[in-house]
């Protein structure tokens, strides 16, 4: 069975839930082994054998992290030369698909982004099979790769993690970056501020507010919490000042993919819908029972969000007690 390689996605050795996910689509289409670079892999073996991973090949070079993807890049066209995998998976943030851009390139292989499901072909060509929703989720895709090595960058969220033991055995390679590779370096960098919620591109659950909040989201915040959600704010509330850039939910801020989406005063412009719009479930709450969110919700509440959100936190919270 031919090999897949999971770009592994991690803090120092805390795996995020993204590359649980990106193991178990990988076992539709091969035998997943995970690429994991940089500190941590003690930590982090357990989590990689509990999911799947039947071989590991690690870096511990910090010279290929010290350096913005381009090492990365060159690190995982080194393993589709020698390794041949049936195809590589990495997570579609930013950085995953500027790799995954750039592997392509150097490995003469087609690429898919931003995939909400991938299987393996059924004609029996051992090929890849995607789905994709693009154009601000107006049309939905099938695609798969003709030439080369597949290379599919997942949208978080797209799978739902499932554990199969695996050996997770691990294989130390000796890499060294090119000198082209270190055309930029990472002067400084800062972990994000915790608060205690999901991060936002991973949460199974979603809340965002828009300008119907008025720069109030201290409701928003509360039913997120009762719900163990992650909290997101339209470009609008963004602009105001009344959210952080980081918490951007649309087309130029994040694209989430939760189980559930929650629409709280947001009238729902294309810009945001882009970038939200591929949402299991969605609902909107908006007194405006006119505004363009209520074209693509499966639920929506027309009424004030002051008065409608701290009723249903109240009955969550009474319903865990």
Not at 188 to 199: C, D, F, I, L, V
Request: with cysteine; charged share 20%; hydrophobic share 40%.
């Amino acid at each position: 069975m031919a090999e897949v390689l999971v770009l592994v996605d991690h803090v120092e050795g805390k795996v995020r839930k993204t590359t649980s996910e990106l193991l178990t689509i990988a076992r539709r289409l091969g035998e997943p082994s995970a690429v994991f670079i940089g500190p941590g892999f003690d930590a982090a073996k357990d989590t990689l054998a509990r999911f799947g991973a039947e071989k590991v090949y690690r870096v511990e070079s910090p010279e290929v992290l010290e350096h913005l993807v381009v090492p990365q890049a060159e690190l995982l066209a080194q393993l589709v030369s020698s390794a041949s995998p049936a195809a590589v998976l990495v997570p579609s943030s930013p950085e995953g698909k500027e790799i995954a851009a750039r592997l392509a390139v150097k490995t003469e292989s087609g690429l898919i982004t931003d995939a909400v499901d991938v299987q393996a072909a059924g004609d029996g060509s051992g090929g890849v099979a995607t789905t994709q929703s693009v154009f601000a989720g107006s049309y939905t895709v099938s695609a798969t790769v003709t030439k080369g090595t597949p290379i599919v960058a997942v949208k978080p969220n797209s799978a739902t993690p499932e554990e199969v033991a695996g050996a997770a055995a691990d294989e130390v390679l000796d890499f060294t970056p090119s000198e082209a590779a270190k055309g930029a370096k990472i002067t400084e960098s800062k972990p994000k501020q915790a608060t205690g919620r999901p991060e936002l591109t991973e949460a199974a659950i979603v809340v965002s507010g828009g300008r119907g909040t008025g720069g109030d989201f201290s409701t928003v915040e509360d039913f997120a919490d009762s719900l163990g959600a992650a909290v997101g704010a339209s470009r609008a509330a963004v602009d105001a000042g009344w959210y952080p850039h980081t918490s951007q939910v649309g087309q130029t801020g994040k694209q989430v993919s939760p189980q559930l989406y929650v629409a709280c005063g947001i009238s729902g412009a294309i810009q945001h819908r882009a970038g939200m719009q591929t949402s299991k479930t969605i609902v909107a709450v908006n007194k405006d029972n006119e505004a363009p969110i209520f074209e693509l919700v499966d639920f929506g509440v027309v009424g004030d969000l002051f008065t409608v959100l701290p009723q249903a936190t109240e009955a969550i919270t009474a319903a865990k007690d």
